[in-house]
């Protein structure tokens, strides 16, 4: 049982240009979240999701869009990076059928050069 | 939204001691967790605790629901205890948790 596996751990960018992140949780969670976290801040919730299918905005949600075709999975797209969008991004999911416990990933740390 | 405050932001604490991390919500709320975010990053689960007491070897936390606070405890601390220690809220109509700005606890040798 992994719970919430991220891919790929580190990845440096250049402006411009494009990547996905991509999250997958093997506990059959409903709820899916992306937050990013800058270094010495807390987390701020980029989008999320409710089920398959579904994706809303969170706090920070400009220059990311999000896919949730699959339940197990939740991927996170840079289209055009900048360098404000370095920083180390978490994604979480949680059981809300049952105690709605959330459960985080290990990071993926990202720098835009 | 719902407002979290977490005090003290920063904890300086020598090798054995106690010491006692607030939590304050301004809402009522479903579930309350508590985190350790340690020096590499790894955000770790520590308590679900929406209500009542839990203990979990040297650590322990209590939620008052009906005052909205929340409680952790470390005890005899560790230098493997440093780090960022997080409480998250979350109410269910909302479908998303919010975080508290953190409390940093530095355990010296």
């Known amino acids: 049982n992994a719970g919430v596996t991220q891919t790929p751990k580190f990845r440096v960018l250049k402006t411009g240009q494009s990547m996905t992140l991509l999250c997958a949780q093997d506990m059959n969670h409903e709820y899916m979240y992306w937050y990013r976290q800058d270094p010495g801040m807390g987390l701020r919730l980029i989008h999320y999701?409710?089920?398959?299918?579904?994706?809303a905005k969170g706090e920070v949600p400009d220059g990311y869009n999000v896919s949730r075709l699959k339940k197990q999975n939740f991927l996170l797209g840079l289209e055009s990076a900048a360098p404000s969008q370095t920083s180390v991004y978490f994604c979480?999911?949680?059981?809300?059928?049952?105690?709605?416990?959330?459960?985080f990933g290990e990071g993926s740390r990202l720098t835009v050069l | 939204g719902i407002q979290v405050e977490q005090s003290p932001p920063d904890l300086i604490l020598q090798e054995g001691a106690n010491s006692t991390l607030r939590c304050n919500f301004s809402d009522s709320v479903n579930n309350l967790q508590w985190f350790h975010q340690n020096p590499w990053g790894q955000l770790i689960n520590l308590f679900y605790i929406p209500s009542g007491t839990k203990q979990n070897g040297r650590l322990s936390a209590t939620t008052v629901a009906t005052e909205r606070y929340s409680l952790l405890y470390i005890s005899s601390s560790q230098t493997t205890d440093s780090g960022v220690y997080f409480c998250a809220v979350l109410k269910y109509n909302f479908n998303k948790f919010y975080f508290g700005s953190g409390t940093k606890l530095n355990v010296k040798p």
């Open positions: 979480a999911s949680s059981d809300r059928t049952n105690t709605g416990e959330l459960f």
């Open positions: 999701s409710v089920g398959e299918g579904t994706t």
